[in-house]
């Protein structure tokens, strides 16, 4: 066979590699040297090195998987490998290197005598086992010679059961050619990984940055996965060049695998769905082939090679039913499956025919066959990306077609747009005559509403200062109606007082024999208990007086400690006896629950006092209005005091008229009232949550119930 059919193989066995995740094995020779098959017995019998050893039981083998080696090998993990070499009449006394490239330790021997003796420096402290040795070899006749080799490996721990490596690889070169060749060799290797590695990873960002900009097509997200996987498949086989151990190597070919069966089954995904067809029990069915298969490398070991392609011959079945369903469709781009299919078959056909046409010009003729190669590799590489580049260059295809309509459509917007300028334009020159017009009219309109506002504001003025004066009318009476209580007292006291000292004097002025101490000391006593009440009873008066007084005057707006309790009780009665004063029969139940040990509160009494003494004013305007209209009706208002929460609370609640649901949401709007006319200014609610929410950040909020009762909540910060 010659040099240009070896490298066939050779392109197809690595193709093989990268699809079934199998390893090129023993051996290549020189067109100089016949070789024989290698013939195979595992265990250690030093005798198995002599050339006089009849091996005609041994098994002979091409290939060796190092998982079907490890379960053939003896005691220590030793084999022996034989093989006949005879030298052609013009090979005898030429100078040759055997190259061998193994993954363990060997010993070479050449008709029982001791060529060398390979093993890799860390062998027996668990380092690297990977090794590459030239051994010098000459023949001096042409009589057949027993090339033997005793070779042992170390099996170290295995994350997945099918871990495989190639465990010895023997070349023959001439001396002048053995390490151009070996360099070669692994730098078209080397090559090709970072050729297919570089332009899966290319198209991977590619499809991760069109899916980043456009969402909707999650295809893009499939192929970029896709063509990760597949990076990644070329990333492990150029680490596993540089890795010596099988552990290490156990962790490349799990990822391998992994991205390996991943990246046939999103392919297939990315076909289904770039035909917009749904996935049905046949895509399922392969996704569980190639699941299983995966688990059984992992766990159990390699599967049968006749097995082993039986989930990605599937893939690609399916992939060409799929296709052939896009090339019957009517769409033009549903038929790219079809044709990259087409695209990758012509590829690998050419290969075919250039090889074997080289091959045959090359055994009549020298012929430069690097050429060939290079071309083939090309051929080779175009085949296995036109599948995945097809769908992606499909995408782009999309991406130009999309691009072009919006150009399309930018020109015509530019041409609406031109003309929408100049329409407006026209419409700018007739605005602005009318503006001029407008102009005028606003002008006059303004005085005319400036005038208007100011009217309105003097008014507003005029309503707020009613509320005011109506608010202190009622607080007037109220005080009137409070300060006589203490005025009789003193009235009466006084009258009391005159009376006893008239007494004392008419005592004073009898003999000395006729007077009565015990009386005197009893009148002077009387006398000075009533002096106390009436000052008592006077500093009562003075109290509500200057009550009334801060309440009329403005707000000091100062804020200072204040007891909520009293300022609350105060204000109660103090409106109560004012609408008394208005309305004589008008009687209610008081209810007060005052929370005791309240902590002082700093804010502004008159403010707060206005703000209680409207609320109270109608708490008891509704509880009046009920009265009258219900007989038997016993008017009640009640007010409680509480902290919770860090707040003060002021609730006041009536059983009166409540309010309807219909006007709940204006009762803090100026100037809304549902009063009658003459009754309210629709100020009082306004003012006070004014004073509440924005004098001292609180809350003034309402709970009712038409016909039942109206609840205010006073929420002040403690």
Not at 98 to 107: D, H, I, K, L, R
Not at 113 to 141: C, E, N, T, Y
Not at 190 to 211: R, T
């Amino acid at each position: 066979m010659n040099r240009r059919i070896l490298w066939l193989i050779y392109t197809f066995s690595f193709l093989t590699h990268i699809a079934l995740g199998q390893g090129i094995r023993i051996t290549r020779g020189d067109g100089d040297l016949k070789r024989s098959k290698w013939r195979f017995q595992s265990g250690h019998n030093p005798h198995w090195a002599d050339s006089a050893y009849d091996d005609g039981r041994w098994k002979v083998i091409k290939d060796v998987d190092a998982t079907k080696l490890d379960e053939d090998l003896g005691p220590g993990n030793n084999a022996w490998f034989r093989q006949v070499i005879t030298a052609s009449p013009k090979a005898v006394n030429r100078r040759f290197q055997v190259v061998v490239q193994q993954f363990g330790a060997s010993e070479l021997y050449l008709d029982g005598r001791l060529l060398a003796v390979l093993k890799p420096p860390l062998f027996d402290s668990s380092g690297s086992q990977r090794l590459i040795q030239f051994i010098p070899l000459q023949l001096h006749d042409t009589k057949p010679h027993v090339l033997a080799i005793h070779y042992q490996i170390r099996r170290d721990p295995v994350i997945q059961s099918s871990t495989s490596v190639d465990p010895i690889h023997v070349d023959i070169y001439n001396t002048d050619e053995a390490g151009n060749t070996v360099v070669g060799e692994a730098h078209w290797t080397s090559v090709l990984d970072g050729c297919f590695m570089g332009v899966f990873a290319i198209l991977a960002l590619l499809h991760f940055l069109f899916y980043r900009a456009n969402r909707s097509q999650p295809i893009n997200r499939t192929l970029a996965w896709t063509m990760l996987f597949f990076a990644m498949i070329f990333v492990m086989a150029e680490l596993d060049n540089y890795i010596g151990t099988l552990t290490y190597i156990s962790i490349t070919d799990l990822v391998s695998n992994l991205s390996l069966h991943a990246g046939f089954i999103l392919l297939l995904t990315a076909v289904y769905q770039y035909m917009h067809l749904p996935r049905t029990w046949i895509y399922y069915s392969i996704l569980t082939a190639v699941i299983l298969v995966q688990v059984y490398h992992l766990f159990i070991g390699s599967v049968q090679e006749a097995s082993a392609g039986i989930p990605f011959v599937l893939v690609i079945i399916d992939y060409i039913r799929v296709s052939w369903k896009g090339r019957k469709s009517k769409d033009i781009d549903a038929r790219l499956p079809w044709n990259s299919l087409k695209a990758a078959l012509l590829c690998y056909f050419l290969v075919i025919i250039f090889s074997i046409s080289a091959g045959i010009l090359d055994t009549v003729v020298h012929f430069g066959m690097e050429y060939v190669l290079a071309l083939d590799i090309a051929l080779s590489a175009l085949g296995l990306f036109s599948i995945p580049v097809g769908l992606s260059l499909s995408l782009v295809r999309d991406y130009t077609r999309t691009y072009k309509a919006l150009g399309d459509n930018l020109r015509e917007v530019e041409q609406l747009s031109a003309r929408t300028l100049a329409q407006e334009q026209e419409k700018q020159q007739i605005l602005a005559r009318q503006n001029e017009l407008l102009e005028e009219q606003v002008q006059k309109r303004t005085a005319e509403l400036h005038q208007s506002l100011d009217e309105l504001k003097t008014t507003q003025d005029q309503l707020v200062q009613r509320e005011k004066l109506a608010s202190l009318g009622e607080l007037t009476a109220g005080i009137a109606h409070e300060i006589q209580n203490p005025l009789n007292f003193v009235n009466n006291f006084a009258e009391v007082s005159v009376e006893l000292v008239e007494e004392l004097n008419e005592e004073r002025q009898k003999p000395a024999d006729q007077r009565d101490e015990a009386l005197e000391t009893d009148l002077l006593h009387d006398l000075s208990q009533n002096v106390q009440k009436i000052n008592d009873h006077g500093k009562r008066a003075a109290s509500i007086v200057r009550g009334m007084l801060q309440h009329s005057r403005a707000s000091s707006g100062q804020k200072q400690p204040t007891d909520i309790n009293n300022l609350v009780d105060e204000y109660l009665r103090l409106a109560y006896h004012g609408i008394r004063a208005k309305e004589k029969s008008f009687n209610a139940q008081l209810l007060t629950d005052f929370a005791p040990n309240l902590p002082t509160v700093h804010l502004v009494p008159e403010d707060i006092g206005r703000v209680l003494v409207n609320l109270f004013n109608n708490a008891f305007y509704a509880v009046q209005e009920k009265s009258a209209l219900l007989s038997g009706f016993s008017p009640t208002v009640s007010v409680k005091t509480s902290q919770e929460a860090g707040q003060i609370l002021i609730r006041i609640r009536d059983n009166g008229t409540g309010v309807p649901d219909s006007v709940r949401h204006k009762i803090f709007q100026p100037f809304f009232t549902t009063k009658p006319t003459g009754h309210g200014t629709g100020l009082g609610l306004s003012l006070s949550y004014d004073i509440i929410s924005k004098g001292h950040g609180g809350t003034l909020h309402i709970e009712t119930e038409p016909g039942e009762f109206t609840e205010f909540t006073i929420a002040l910060p403690a």
